[in-house]
């Protein structure tokens, strides 16, 4: 067990919806990253939160946004949901907002959009 | 697009055998991470090497860097059927924003009992 925590596991939304996706960080962790897991491929970086500010961003469009808390807790939030959408959500924590450190994932959200 | 490239797709190995996983990338990095993945559930990991480390030992696994060749290889002695898992590659690119991690296609390890 990391200590990272994500919620809901599995949620089924259908195309055009909105949805908000949560992930709690490790104790003494005070970056979040999301990733984006499609089946048989590997993570695709989404964006950072260090300090409550978005600290870098994959290659995905704005309807993709998200939070971080002053607890370092962090909310993935999708717009205008599209089939393509359907993945694995990985939240990952890590120490500082530097490089270098390892990143300690949660189990993951099982988006299905139908 | 990713950066990692890893090699086999698919390894299936008796219990006992040793895994070999190769991993190639294309630009320069900070640090490569090697992680485990049981059933698309979450990311598990397993060893982090730094740009000027040449090899990594934990426990079972062996980890080696060859940064002249951009070349990793993740090494499973002994394996046990509870090694069966993708297997990936993260890099950590020297030129990149906010310290994102730079996932391959990964390696399905078969372990047979």
């Known amino acids: 067990e990391t200590g990272v925590t994500q919620s809901p596991t599995h949620l089924i939304k259908t195309r055009g919806q909105q949805v908000t996706l949560r992930c709690s960080s490790q104790s003494g962790h005070n970056t979040v990253s999301w990733y984006q897991q499609a089946l048989g491929q590997g993570p695709q970086f989404i964006f950072q939160?260090?300090?409550?500010?978005?600290?870098g961003r994959g290659n995905f469009p704005p309807r993709f946004s998200g939070l971080q808390f002053p607890n370092y807790s962090s909310e993935l939030n999708v717009n205008a949901l599209e089939l393509d959408d359907s993945a694995l959500y990985l939240c990952a924590s890590s120490r500082t907002g530097m490089r270098g450190t390892e990143a300690f994932f949660g189990q993951g959200t099982r988006l299905t959009v139908v | 697009s990713q950066q990692g490239e890893e090699d086999p797709q698919a390894l299936s190995i008796q219990e006992g055998e040793n895994a070999t996983m190769n991993c190639s990338y294309k630009t320069s990095i900070n640090n490569l991470q090697w992680y485990r993945q049981n059933s698309g559930r979450g990311l598990v990991h397993l060893i982090l090497?730094?740009?000027?480390?040449r090899e990594k030992h934990s426990g079972r696994l062996r980890v080696t860097l060859d940064t002249s060749k951009k070349s990793s290889s993740l090494l499973i002695t002994a394996s046990r059927a509870a090694d069966t898992a993708s297997y990936f590659c993260?890099?950590?690119?020297?030129?990149?924003?906010?310290?994102?991690?730079?996932f391959g296609q990964g390696t399905e390890l078969s372990v047979k009992p």
């Open positions: 090497i730094r740009s000027n480390e």
């Open positions: 939160y260090y300090r409550e500010e978005e600290n």
């Open positions: 993260a890099t950590d690119p020297r030129y990149n924003q906010g310290g994102k991690l730079i």
